[in-house]
């Protein structure tokens, strides 16, 4: 639920990074079939450089947990 979460952080009632790092805003958002492939997809989006998450979300690049990580690995192995 994003507006819920969104609205949370916005309130200080999100994580603790978020609260003393605000203004919070939703630049990107992806679904997912369901939340156990939401969750893997966030921990890979968050393994990731910041420059690539920037690239990501500029290009509004499909975000898929199997695929990503898989691009992932190869980055990784380069």
Do not use: N
Request: zero cysteines.
């Amino acid at each position: 639920d994003l507006s819920r979460r969104l609205e949370e952080h916005r309130t200080g009632r999100g994580s603790r990074y978020t609260r003393a790092h605000l203004p919070v805003g939703l630049v990107a958002a992806w679904s997912f079939d369901d939340r156990g492939a939401a969750l893997s997809a966030e921990a890979l989006f968050k393994k990731l450089r910041r420059s690539d998450k920037a690239r990501i979300i500029r290009d509004r690049a499909p975000f898929r947990a199997a695929p990503f990580a898989a691009e992932l690995l190869r980055e990784a192995r380069a």
